[in-house]
């Protein structure tokens, strides 16, 4: 069973910077469509950025791009999100997923992620 771990999360006042990792225990991110999404209470989840860890290519939702770098570390067996300008509005819990056997496009976020991680909490304060 694969199991993705997400680490980083914790609170961060109004124009500051957070990076979450997602890892994945006895797992390599070959060839996967990686994403990261959000969920704020009583919101739909958002996707917020992907990354394809063959080609290395990347998304990013328009919410967070310039703002958000998604990227994957050089054992490709985590991938990282570093979170800079951060707002009030980015307090959510930030989950990582991944679907191997895939690079991701530009509708990844509707993707039928097969593995996700438990969630981290990410609280944003002015």
């Known amino acids: 069973q694969v199991q993705l771990a997400e680490s980083g999360g914790g609170s961060v006042q109004v124009g500051g910077s957070l990076r979450l990792s997602c890892a994945a225990s006895t797992y390599t991110f070959s060839s996967h469509c990686v994403g990261w999404f959000r969920q704020a209470p009583g919101k739909k989840r958002e996707g917020l950025a992907a990354i394809s860890t063959r080609t290395g290519g990347k998304y990013y939702a328009g919410s967070v791009n310039g703002r958000f770098t998604i990227s994957q570390d050089n054992a490709k067996n985590a991938v990282s999100l570093q979170m800079n300008s951060l707002k009030p509005e980015d307090t959510a819990i930030y989950y990582c997923?991944?679907?191997?056997?895939?690079?991701?496009?530009?509708?990844?976020?509707?993707?039928?992620?097969?593995?996700w991680g438990q969630g981290a909490q990410v609280t944003v304060s002015s």
């Open positions: 997923a991944a679907e191997p056997g895939r690079g991701c496009d530009a509708n990844w976020y509707s993707i039928d992620f097969d593995y």
